[in-house]
Nanobody, 122 residues
Framework: QVQLVESGGGLVQAGGSLRLSCAAS????????MGWFRQAPGKEREFVTA???????YYADSVKGRFIISRDNAKNTEYLQMNKLKSEDTTVYYC????????????????WGQGAQVTVSA
């Protein structure tokens, strides 16, 4: 059974940092795309960032320059380093893994974590 488990969420003051981790089990994702999305209540899921097997990264404009995605294929884990956090970053963050970045957005052949709450206080 494939599972993605997020950890590292929590409460932080504006301007602070948090690091999310997403540990995958059940299969290897070293040749897959991995990414992070976020979704606030009543809003659509929003792409945050993704990284492909070669190490190339993609970021939403809203987080560019503040968030950093990385992966450790030996640990089958991806990370999201969030710096200079703002109150508008408050929401639930989901990790995902799938064949390509476009598949993460569509959900085709992709796997998702259960979500991690990030709360940024003003």
């Amino acid at each position: 059974q494939v599972q993605l488990v997020e950890s590292g969420g929590g409460l932080v003051q504006a301007g602070g940092s948090l690091r999310l981790s997403c540990a995958a089990s059940g299969r290897t994702f070293s040749r897959s795309a991995m990414g992070w999305f976020r979704q606030a209540p009543g809003k659509e899921r929003e792409f945050v960032t993704a990284i492909i097997w070669s190490g190339s990264t993609y970021y939403a404009d809203s987080v560019k320059g503040r968030f950093i995605i990385s992966r450790d294929n030996a640990k089958n884990t991806e990370y999201l380093q969030m710096n200079k956090l703002k109150s508008e970053d408050t929401t639930v963050y989901y990790c995902a893994a799938g064949p390509r970045v476009i598949d993460l957005s569509s959900g085709h052949g992709s796997y998702w974590g259960q979500g991690a709450q990030v709360t940024v206080s003003a």
